[in-house]
């Protein structure tokens, strides 16, 4: 099944992230009888909303994740939050090598390495996420890093267990811009080469509803990962649909 995810970022008070959670829960059971959703959904909202959230969802089916974790368990890291703590509070998953992470905050494929073995260790589901920047892209060097990210962010083992890969184009991210079909579907098909047919392999990027059925029907892209247009019940509902 398509998982269509939602990356909420550092986006939502405590209102409008309840009413959002909310309203997709009514959403998906109102949907459940004459028209069922035909993916999984997973919201990823900031850390602070993860409590109220899992309670919002809690029967509804729509998965709840994490936004990033540190290594350890727990110990001395001011601000940071494990991946026994995001499943504490009810996730499933947590996106893990997010370019916002790696490029805002420095991470390597190294610690994200160590992330992935941490949210194993806390039986949560990685959502790996891999892309080139823009100027990789124009280099011809957009599968050659996608391909080391991958080298980099999994051990062996990771490919055997469950595990979601997002490929998110740097440049594609919060732009409007997006690939064409053509290089999504190259992509994917060579992510797909490293992985086992079992992993997800979602596409990132500037999905909207306009765009979604689209990608969704491309080979090989077993969902979206959604950022901008995560944030608005419509929006969202109607990229779950695309899948359909
Ligand atoms: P976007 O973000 O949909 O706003 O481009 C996607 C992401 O960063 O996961």
Known sequence: MKLVAGNWKMNGMRADGLALAAELVRRAREADGAEPVVCELLICPPATLLAMAHEALTGSGIALGGQ????AAKGAFTGDISAEMLADAGCRYVILGHSERRHGHGESNALIREKVAAARRAGLVPV?????TLAQRQAGEASAVVAAQLA????DHDR???????????????TGLTPG??????MHAVIRSDLSPETRILYGGSVNPA????????PDVDG??????????DTFWAIARACG
């Open 68 to 71: 990033d974790c540190h290594p």
């Open 128 to 132: 790996l996420c891999v892309g080139e």
């Open 152 to 155: 980099g962010c999994l051990e």
């Open 160 to 174: 055997v267990h469950e595990l979601v890969v997002a490929y998110e184009p740097v440049w594609a991210i919060g």
């Open 181 to 186: 079909l053509d290089d999504i579907r190259a």
């Open 211 to 218: 765009n979604a059925a689209a990608i969704l029907g491309l």
């Open 224 to 233: 979206a990962l959604v950022g901008g247009a995560s944030l608005a019940a």
